[in-house]
């Protein structure tokens, strides 16, 4: 710029001398200063047009104002679009990479994988013991070792803070889960954190992520958190034998359930049975005597008559019924001597209810 | 003229340009800065983002520093517990450079030479104090059912205090946002036998499991039986009653009988003998049973003539 000042002092300071040969020469200079002007004005629009910038998809951009953040609060975060900025030095853009939602995961909980395993969903077999270099664990309060992870979502409620406080807020976080796990495990049995109280341990892992990030003022509100445990693989079988054994003692106690309910319903049937056959007996027995009791009255005044004939004519009565139905009849002639003559009789068991008549 | 003006603002403007650059330094949002003059930290902190003034170099230099809290977590490092237990741990903290000129004394140099030489002084100050704070409580205090004899956060902000007092001592413009255990764990051997307890524990509740459920079942069965028994029992009184109410019924018609006991008897007995002497039964009588006396005293051989 300074040279084109130069030339054009020459050209003022000799008017006389006006040649045709200076005369080209001031007519180059001016062009060439158009020209100049015409690649300042450029410059100046590409000044201004480099304040334009893009934010992609999934991220978000701040501006710095001579290091300040422009707007406040939410406002501060520009969306997905064209922007436009002041150049440098004036303002700055910070993209920041984040989405609406936020993941993050737990890392010093769970037994070593790589990367291809878990994509693959093939597993080393376990070995021996753990190795604590590599694979991670939590203790639990009656000294077991659980295998644990949990997954954070969350979103960000004060940009600034999560931005401008921390050199990487996600990694804050991911040690506030780890704490998390390693507290709360400290806390809880084995059984608890397994099986019987699977949601008691989600929420307390939550609370102390959430107390921690409060704390720490990440800046951050937690949306949910998921948490995966497992036994150890060494001891998968035994674990689940355990659970095998539990829900056999609970089939054993249903099958005694059922069987005291059948029995209960069997014995108010039978007593039901037992009081209504003696109420029925009893009545029966009732008629029977008041019946018998009418025989008699009748039959007293014929007796009152002549007993001696009554009791003859019933007696052959009652006789001649009976020899009918007996089934075998003996008649044993008197021994000659007047003495009572001695049967011996075989009885055989199994044939009920034989009768022994013994006379006199 | 009209050029020669455009030239003096033209060259104005390049002026204030490479004056701005010489005198003036930024301080962004996350960032906290000191001048050094002559390589002495002069002046007051720049903690808060604009733009300042400073003397060109080499008069004076700017050291810019993130102000942001740094991640830090020192190695997975073995301890023994104050019952002589081995555990490893690795702690994490959140640290930043609290007051920039401080931190410069203490640190002199750039920052990428500073900071790792920070770090390395901080993890001296970690495992100083964890070892310190480990030893000084059994294994039960980092777990535990029982909440209030778990010491967890306690022992955490024991190793956080002592870090915090000795930064506060030795002034190193440094600050403890916050600290907490990362990783805890057994070594390898350990987790083996770990292991041995955990599967004889597991047995336990196993048998546990089957002999409570085989004694519960049985409990419930028994006490089904012994119900059961008790309402036939119950029944079983019920009818004998019913039963007693009945002979009182039958017992009223006593008195027409009374009027002549000796045919109630007879005829009582005439029934007796009709029952008994049913079917299948077998009867032997000799000649003195009426009607059998009948044949006594007959000849039983015709006399011959």
Known sequence: M?????????????????????????????????IVKVVMLLMVAAFFGSGFFQVGPSEKAVILRFGRPVGGGASVLLGPGLHWSFPYPIDEVVKIPITEQQTVQSTTGWYFTTPEQELSGEELPAGPSLNPAIDGYAITADRNIVHTQVTLHYHIDDPIAYIFNFASASNSIQNTLNNALLFTAAKFKVDDILTRDVDGFREAVQARVSDLTDQEHL????????????????????????????????????VANTYRDTTLLAAAAQASAITTQAAAASTNYVIAVKADARVFADLLPRYEENPYLFAQQKVAETMAMALTNVQDKYFLPERADGKPREVRLQVNRELPQQKTGANP | MNRNTLTIVI????????????????????????????????????????????????????????????????????????DSSMLLTSIYVGWKISDARQFLQVFPGDPSVSLPNAQSKLEGMLRTAKSAAVGRHPLSDFVNADPKALKFDAIENEIEQSVQDELRTNNYGIKLEFLGFKKIGLPESVTQTVFDRMKSERQVLIS??????????????????????????????????????????????????????????????????????????TLFFDERIPPFDLFRNLPTNAPAH
């Open chain 1, 2 to 34: 300074s040279d084109e000042h130069e030339h054009h002092h020459h050209a003022h300071e000799a008017p006389e001398a006006v040649d045709s040969g200076s005369q080209a020469l001031a007519e180059a200079l001016r062009s060439s200063f158009a």
């Open chain 1, 219 to 254: 800046g951050i509100v937690i949306d949910n958190c998921q948490v995966h445990s497992i036994p150890p693989r060494q001891l998968q079988d035994i674990f689940a034998r355990v659970t095998d054994a539990q829900q056999n003692q609970s089939k054993q106690i249903n």
């Open chain 2, 11 to 82: 060259s104005a403007v390049l002026v204030v340009i490479f004056a701005l650059l010489l005198f003036v330094f930024q301080v962004r949002q996350s960032e906290t800065a000191v001048v050094a003059t002559f390589g002495k930290p002069t002046g007051q902190n720049y903690d808060q983002p604009g733009a300042y003034f400073k003397w060109p170099w080499p008069i004076q230099k700017v050291y810019k520093y993130d102000q942001r809290v740094q991640n830090f977590e020192d190695k997975f490092s073995q301890t023994l517990t104050a």
């Open chain 2, 208 to 281: 546990l499991a089957e002999n409570t459920g085989k004694s519960e079942a049985q409990k419930i069965q028994s006490a089904a039986d012994a119900e059961a028994a008790k309402t036939i029992a119950n029944a079983q009184a019920t009818a004998t009653r019913i039963r007693a109410v009945g002979e009182a019924e039958a017992a009223k018609t006593l008195p027409i009988f009374e009027q002549n006991p000796d045919l109630a008897v007879f005829l009582l007995r005439i029934d007796a003998i009709k029952q008994s002497l049913n079917q299948h039964s």
